[in-house]
């Protein structure tokens, strides 16, 4: 699943809480579409919440493991449940 809302990053969130929460789908997603440091950490919450770890995505599709959404850090993240 591929997310790109342009703002919208915490609606939907919100509104998909229950699926993801029970489903694991592979998500791809700009989470740093705010600069507002309330919004980044609720969208974290939610996305964590859900079950999910953050992975920001590097040179070369190199993904490493992050510890949180800030306005200066990374914008696009690959989304992973553990197993």
Not at 34 to 40: E, F, G, I, N
Request: proline content about 4%.
């Amino acid at each position: 699943m591929r997310r790109h809302l342009e703002g919208a990053q915490l609606e939907l969130w919100r509104g998909g809480r229950r699926f993801l929460s029970e489903r694991a789908p592979v998500v791809m997603a700009e989470l740093r579409d705010s600069k507002d440091a309330a919004v980044l950490r609720e969208i974290e919450e939610v996305v964590r919440g859900c079950g999910y770890r953050l992975y920001a995505v590097r040179k070369h599709g190199r993904l490493v493991e992050h510890n949180g959404i800030t306005a200066d850090g990374p914008r696009n993240f690959v989304l992973l449940k553990p197993r």
